[in-house]
């Protein structure tokens, strides 16, 4: 009769894989979300080292988030000397410059070689620590960022036309899911507020495809232990980089922001192998001023002539 009911138990908490820690501070934990436990820092780095590639998401304005990354990466670079770093916030405009960079080792006019106020990205400082510890360490670092100058061709012509047949069939795009282009559509949707139609979105689906296709392909080209840093949204491997490397072993991180005393759905979290929480940047709404702009946008034209 014990055997029986522990038998039903067992088979209620696999079935449920319910998750609670009401009191539990999750800032600066690690939790692996396929073993479903909080693991040490060390544990963290010898279970990433069996990876072929490497996924460290980010939240990209918080500086927290880029000193553990370069940190991974120093961790890492212990084991596998030969690893690369690609990075979504870089452009193949920007190659001859890191090329130079892994030779010449100067940081202080890289950000001014690299253009990087012109980037739209946030300050260069939260990004240092990266760049000192590759410096460090001479790892080069590659471009991640999908060109800007076939962003347009997708809006017109589609996905096809951005890739070569090759590439387009050895990342699978003619199979990309219906149901994983909904994903991506709702999650658009979240991330502009809910203040866009979704019919207005489409376009933007095959974009956040092509970008992530583009560093999985970054990856494949640049050898076996590459670690690709960027935004938390690209790293799923159900609909993000890792679809497209599904013959690949890759690992990827998420960077989850908790404030004090807060609750996190685990359960909400699928295609994400490891979970490193930290602490919330301070930062303006942002849908307050999406609101603002598109207020703006719409405001008719004869509406500020006083």
């Not at 609670?20 to 010898?46: G, T, Y």
């Not at 990004?127 to 080069?140: A, E, K, M």
């Not at 139609?197 to 296709?213: H, N, S």
């Not at 690949?248 to 685990?266: C, H, M, P, R, S």
Request: charged share 25%; aromatic share 10%; net charge neutral.
């Amino acid at each position: 009769m014990r055997s029986s009911f522990l038998k039903l138990t067992f088979l209620a908490l696999t079935l449920c894989s319910c998750v609670s820690f009401e009191n539990k501070n999750l800032q600066n934990e690690i939790w692996d979300h396929k073993r479903r436990e909080f693991i040490s820092f060390e544990s963290f780095i010898s279970r990433l080292n069996a990876a072929d590639f490497l996924v460290i998401g980010e939240v990209h304005d918080n500086l927290i988030h880029h000193i553990r990354q370069a940190k991974i990466i120093g961790e890492v670079h212990k084991n596998h000397r030969d690893i690369s770093v690609i990075m979504e916030h870089l452009d193949s405009s920007q190659d001859d410059v890191l090329n130079s960079f892994v030779l010449t080792k100067d940081i202080e006019n890289l950000p001014k070689q690299l253009r990087w106020e012109e980037s739209g990205w946030p300050d260069w400082q939260i990004f240092r620590p990266i760049f000192v510890t590759v410096s460090d360490l001479g790892i080069p670092v590659r471009h991640g960022l999908f060109p800007k100058n076939k962003v347009m061709t997708i809006y017109q012509n589609g996905l096809n036309e951005v890739f070569d047949p090759a590439e387009y069939r050895r990342l699978n795009l003619d199979n990309f899911p219906v149901s994983l282009r909904e994903q991506h559509l709702d999650q658009l949707y979240a991330d502009h507020c809910k203040l866009m139609p979704k019919e207005k979105l489409g376009k933007m689906v095959d974009v956040q495809i092509a970008r992530d296709a583009y560093m999985a392909m970054q990856l494949i080209n640049h050898g076996r232990k590459a670690v690709l840093l960027t935004g938390n949204g690209h790293i799923s491997h159900e609909r993000g980089v890792g679809f497209f490397l599904q013959n690949a072993k890759v690992l990827n991180v998420a960077q989850y922001e908790i404030g004090d005393g807060e609750t996190f759905d685990f359960e909400s979290v699928k295609g994400i192998d490891y979970i490193w929480f930290s602490s919330p940047h301070a930062r303006p709404d942002p849908c307050e001023g999406l609101r603002k702009h598109f207020q703006q946008k719409n405001r008719p034209a004869s509406a500020g002539a006083q």
